[in-house]
């Protein structure tokens, strides 16, 4: 389990070692992997724009940050990321490669009901930025946060965005996801239901990738159990300090108590319906019954887990929140195979709409 990930030294170019729980990677490494991705994207961008301006223009672009690495390395200035490193976070890291990699895989998938796959890159900002938005401030609302409630000014604005420390809520970002994808759908005039089909898988791909990123960080820690699999997390990670602040564990223990690792179930399950959605999404009878099957099972999977989950008390009716969203997730799944099935409305492979970017 780690908070950080790694964090890339600017003090020497190649450095390569570790110190207690966390690796110091050279900014050189960082300046020559990231050099390495430009050139390749740029040569595929040639390959398949035919454009040789196109992709230079794009090489260009992309490798100002690793020249801003490189002036940094070379230069030394006495700024904070000089001195101390740059972190890359667990938690982020993985919401990151969640994001690409479930962009990707809709933009594959989108092409089956006949809308050109940039059309998914043109939405990347509408879902994510109300999604985390959603997300966040659901967080806010039900959980709380220490560091937020202290703040004031500029730093209360910082702590309520603050997302690379965690606290998020999966519901939240589902709502705040779909009101900015039926803004832009209704804006770009595409149907909204086929265009959800396609995005759900990609959703549990996400959340799969974005669980791993619990782990890492401590949040959304499991009971106490005793079997093999059983993880510990050390002192410097969220679920200790949140053990110690409820009187569960003694502050001068070396680890806490064996736990289910909840988050990993979780990532396992949200991976396995991201298959089976995927699966079905080539079979579905009409429009809207990937949605509907996808807001039936994953309720199901998430209610099972949460009572092996021990960081959240029970809401109301002795439920925890996510049971009673689960609970009526479930009954709006229903109802929707239902209405679906009534207009057996099925988008085949025809372009929808003429597709100018933004």
């Known amino acids: 389990m780690r908070t950080n990930l790694l964090r890339f030294m600017f003090d020497s170019a190649w450095r390569f070692d570790a110190a207690g729980n966390e690796l110091y990677v050279g900014a050189g490494w960082l300046i020559l992997i990231w050099t390495l991705a430009v050139c390749v994207l740029s040569g595929w961008i040639w390959w398949r724009e035919r454009s040789l301006a196109e992709a230079v223009l794009t090489a260009g672009f992309w490798l100002l940050i690793p020249a801003g690495f490189l002036s940094l390395l070379l230069l030394q200035p006495d700024f904070g990321i000089v001195r101390d490193g740059c972190p890359v976070f667990g938690y982020g890291f993985m919401m990151f490669v969640g994001f690409s990699t479930a962009s990707w895989l809709a933009a594959r ?10 059309i998914i890159w043109d939405m990347l900002m509408w879902a994510l930025i109300p999604g985390l938005i ?13 560091e937020f409630s202290a703040a004031v000014g500029v730093q ?5 965005v603050a997302l690379w420390d965690g606290g998020i809520v999966f519901y939240g970002s589902v709502i705040g996801g779909m009101a900015g994808i039926a803004t832009f759908c209704r804006l770009r005039k595409l149907p909204l239901v086929p265009i959800l089909d396609v995005l759900t898988p990609s959703l549990l791909v996400g959340e799969g990738f974005g669980r791993i990123g619990c782990f890492l960080y ?3 820690y499991g009971r106490a159990c005793s079997l093999p699999w059983a993880v510990r997390f050390p002192p410097d990670s969220l679920t200790f300090g949140q053990l110690v602040v409820k009187g569960q564990l ?9 736990l289910h690792p909840v988050q990993l179930y979780s990532s396992g399950a949200a991976f396995v319906l991201a298959g089976i959605l995927s699966w079905y999404f080539r079979r579905r009878p009409y429009d809207g019954a990937v949605v509907s099957l996808a807001a039936i099972l994953y309720p199901i999977s998430r209610y099972g887990l949460e009572s092996l989950r021990a960081d959240v008390a029970p809401f109301s009716l002795g439920l925890k929140d996510a049971e009673i969203f689960s609970l009526l997730l479930v009954a709006a799944g229903i109802g929707g195979m239902y209405y679906f099935s009534r207009h057996r409305r099925l988008t085949g492979t025809r372009r929808v709409v003429g597709l100018p970017t933004v």
Request: hydrophobic residues 40%; charged residues 20%; contains cysteine.
């Open 134 to 146: 959603g997300a966040r401030t659901y967080f806010l609302l039900r959980h709380g946060n220490p």
């Open 218 to 220: 401590g949040c959304c």
């Open 156 to 160: 209360k604005l910082i702590a309520a």
């Open 250 to 258: 003694d502050p001068l223990a070396s680890s806490t108590m064996p």
């Open 109 to 118: 998938r989108i092409r089956m009901i006949g809308v050109d796959s940039d």
